[in-house]
C-alpha cells in the first residue's frame, strides 16, 4: 500500500529559496514522484538520455514539501495510481511558498497529449510561465517511458503466467501418470484432448485435475 | 450504450453500484461500467480528457472546475446528487480525552462539543503548543467546508489556530494513530473504521452541523449531457431508483455486503452497514448511536441538485479565500448544478419534485443560509 504524504499545514511558508530560472533544457529541475522504483528509474534514465540533467527522484513520501521546496521544479511528475496527488494538488494551493505549480492541462488545444499521459499513468504540474514546446517534449518522454514499463511489466507477468501453468501442467501429468499408469506423452495427450473437448486451455484443465487431487487427498 | 463511471471507494457510492448490481440501469437500458479511482485529482482528469462519462464527484470540486480554481478552466455540470450526509468528524483518542474533560460528551451537540475543543485549542495556545491538526479530503470538499464552518462557528481560527491538511481517507486512520493528525472530517466507512481500529472517537456527525448537508453529485462534462440527452436522463432515472433501493431497510444487509467487496469499497460489511442504518457506534466498545438523517440516500429530495448547495459552496470558497467574490463567478457557480435535467428526467417519475431551485438552509449555529440574499462579504 502506498505510503501517506507527512500533513502539510497551509501556513507552510517556511524555507521559501527561490533560484533564478534557468533556461537551459539540462539545468531544467524535474521533480518525479513515483513508488515504483523500476518504473521511476526507466523514466529518469530516458529524460537524462534527452539531455534533461537536472531529475530528482522521490520515492518516501514523507517531508514532500521540503523536498520541493528544496528542489524548487519547474515540472513534477506523479504517477497516477498514487493516492497522494491529491495532498500534492492542496500543497500548490495552499503553500505560499512553493510556487504554483499547475496541472498539465496547460493549453486545452492540446488535449491529446494529456490524454496520452492519463492513459500512461501520469500526470504533469508545470510552473507557470513554461514554454508550450518544452513541456511537450518532457510530457511525451514520460509517456513513452510509461508505456515502455508497462510493456514491460505485461511482458514479465506474462513470462510469469507461463511459468505458473508449465508447473500446473507437469503435476497433472504427474497425478495421471501415476493414477492411471500412463506415460508422460499419453498424459498429455489425454489433457490436451479434455481441453479440445470442453473448450478450454490445456492449463485449466490442469488448474482442475490438480485442485480434484487434492481435495480427494 | 455504454456509460462509463468513475468511483471512489465511499458509502455514498452506493447508487451507483446498486444501479449495475441490482439492475436498475438495465431497466433504462443502459450499460454501466464502474471504474474505481484512487484521487480526486484522477476522477476530475478523466472526466475532462473522456476517459469517464461521468462521475461520483464532490460537490464543490465540480464549481472549482467550473470556476478554474486549482485547476485551469472546465465547466463540470451536476444534474443530480447521490444523496445526503454521510460525514463526521472523528478526533483521536488523546484529543478525545481532552475534549471530555473540557466539558464534550458522547453524541453532544455540535455546540457542547465545539465549545470543548475551543478550550483545549485556547489551552494549547496559552502553553504555546504546536496547533492541532485535522485530515481532509481535498481542499474543495463539503468536508473542509463543514469542519471550517464548525470551527469557526465555535470560535476556532481554522486558519490560525488549528493546521487543516489533506490526506487520503486510506491513510487517515494510520495518520490519526500514528499521531501526525489529532482528528479528521471525513465520509463513511472512514470514521467507523477508526472507531473500529481504537484509534478515534467520533466527535459529531456533520448533519448535526448542517441538517440534510449535501454531499456527493453525479458529475458530467456539459457537452456530455448535451450530446447525450437521453441516456444522460436514463441513467438519472437508473440512479434515483438505485437510491430508493438504498434507503429501504429491508436492503440495507444486502447492500453493505454488496459494497464491502474489495471491488467496490472494499470495509467490512459490519462496519457499511452502520452508517446506512444512521447508526454509529461512536467509540469503541460502545452501543451504537441512532443518528437521524446521518446517511439519507433518496427521502425528501435528497437526490435534488438544489443551486443553493453549489452557491453556498461558492460562498465558502470566497470565505476561506480559494477565490474572489464576482457576480460572474456566482453566475458561474449557479450554472454548475442543473435541476432543469433533474426535473427532464424525473419529472414522470417523481410527484413533488421541488419547484424551485433554491432552499434556505439553516446551521447548527442558527444561521441561515439564504442563497437569494449573496452578496460580497
Known amino acids: 500500500m502506498a505510503q ?6 497551509e501556513d507552510a511558508t517556511e524555507h521559501c529559496a527561490r533560484g533564478p530560472l534557468r533556461m537551459t533544457e539540462a539545468a531544467l529541475r524535474i521533480l518525479l514522484i513515483d513508488q515504483n522504483a523500476t518504473r521511476a528509474s526507466i523514466l529518469e534514465e530516458g529524460l537524462r538520455e534527452a539531455g534533461y540533467l537536472n531529475v530528482t527522484v522521490v520515492r518516501d513520501m514523507t517531508n514532500l514539501l521540503r523536498r520541493i521546496v528544496d528542489e524548487d521544479p519547474e515540472v513534477i511528475f506523479i504517477d497516477l495510481e498514487n493516492p497522494n496527488r491529491d495532498v500534492l494538488e492542496q500543497m500548490f494551493q495552499v503553500s505560499r511558498c512553493v510556487r504554483r505549480p499547475i496541472a498539465m492541462f496547460v493549453d486545452r488545444s492540446d488535449t491529446s497529449s494529456i490524454r496520452q499521459a492519463v492513459e500512461a499513468g501520469v500526470s504533469a504540474y508545470i510552473v507557470d510561465g513554461l514554454r508550450k514546446e518544452r513541456v511537450k517534449a518532457i510530457l511525451d518522454m514520460a509517456v513513452s517511458r510509461f508505456n515502455a514499463f508497462s510493456q514491460l511489466y505485461e511482458e514479465l507477468e506474462r513470462a510469469r503466467q507461463e511459468l505458473e501453468e508449465r508447473k500446473l501442467i507437469e503435476r497433472a501429468k504427474g497425478i495421471l501418470m501415476k493414477e492411471r499408469g500412463l506415460t508422460e506423452e499419453a498424459a498429455y495427450g489425454l489433457l490436451r484432448k479434455a481441453a479440445m473437448n470442453e473448450n478450454r486451455r490445456v492449463a485449466e484443465v490442469a488448474q482442475s485435475l490438480v485442485t480434484a487431487a487434492r481435495l480427494l487427498k | 450504450m455504454n456509460i462509463i463511471l468513475g468511483f471512489i471507494p465511499l458509502l455514498d457510492s452506493a447508487s451507483l453500484v446498486v444501479a449495475v448490481e441490482r439492475g436498475f440501469a438495465a431497466q433504462e437500458g443502459i450499460e454501466l461500467t464502474l471504474v474505481r479511482e484512487t484521487s480526486w485529482a484522477n476522477i476530475r482528469d478523466r472526466l475532462i480528457i473522456g476517459h469517464f462519462d461521468a462521475a461520483h464527484l464532490l460537490g464543490p470540486m465540480a464549481v472549482a472546475s467550473t470556476l478554474g480554481i486549482g485547476h485551469v478552466r472546465v ?11 454521510g460525514n463526521a468528524i472523528t478526533a483521536s483518542l488523546r484529543l478525545w480525552e481532552q475534549m471530555e474533560r473540557a466539558g464534550a460528551v458522547p453524541g453532544g451537540h455540535p455546540r457542547l462539543q465545539g465549545a470543548a475543543l475551543e478550550r483545549v485549542v485556547a489551552a494549547r495556545n496559552s502553553a504555546h503548543l504546536e496547533p492541532l491538526t485535522f485530515g481532509m479530503v481535498y481542499p474543495f470538499s463539503c468536508h473542509n467546508y463543514e469542519l ?13 489556530d488549528v493546521r487543516l491538511v489533506v490526506i487520503p481517507p486510506p491513510f487517515l486512520v494510520d495518520a490519526l494513530r500514528a499521531g ?13 473504521v477508526a472507531v473500529n481500529a481504537g484509534a478515534g472517537v467520533i466527535v459529531t456527525a456533520t448533519t448535526a452541523i448542517w441538517p440534510m448537508s449535501p454531499e456527493k453529485v453525479l458529475g458530467c462534462r456539459p457537452e456530455w449531457a448535451q450530446r447525450h440527452p437521453m441516456q444522460l436522463a436514463s441513467l438519472l432515472r437508473a440512479l434515483y431508483r438505485a437510491s430508493q433501493w438504498c434507503e429501504q431497510a429491508e436492503n440495507h444487509a444486502d447492500l453493505a455486503q454488496l459494497l464491502a467487496q474489495p471491488r467496490y469499497v472494499g470495509a467490512p460489511a459490519e462496519l457499511l452497514r452502520r452508517g446506512l442504518e444512521n447508526a454509529l457506534v461512536l467509540r469503541h466498545g460502545s452501543p451504537a448511536a441512532a443518528i437521524p438523517d446521518f446517511y439519507v440516500p433518496v427521502a425528501r429530495a435528497a437526490t435534488f441538485p ?15 479565500r480559494q477565490i474572489e467574490f464576482t457576480a460572474e463567478y456566482v453566475a458561474a457557480a449557479r450554472a454548475t448544478y442543473r435541476p432543469d435535467l433533474y426535473r427532464a428526467a424525473l419529472g414522470s417519475v417523481i410527484a413533488d419534485i421541488p419547484v424551485a431551485d433554491v432552499q434556505a438552509d439553516r446551521f447548527f449555529d442558527g444561521a441561515l443560509f439564504d442563497a437569494g440574499d449573496l452578496t460580497a462579504p
Open chain 1, 4 to 9: 501517506a504524504l507527512q500533513p502539510v499545514a
Open chain 2, 180 to 192: 501526525q493528525i489529532d482528528g479528521f472530517c471525513v465520509g463513511e466507512p472512514w470514521n467507523s
Open chain 2, 148 to 160: 471550517r464552518y464548525w470551527l469557526a462557528a465555535s470560535g476556532i481560527d481554522p486558519n490560525r
Open chain 2, 75 to 85: 465547466p463540470l455540470i451536476a444534474p443530480f446528487a447521490l444523496g445526503r450526509g
Open chain 2, 306 to 320: 438544489w443551486v443553493s448547495h453549489a452557491l453556498w459552496f461558492y460562498s465558502q470558497m470566497v470565505r476561506w
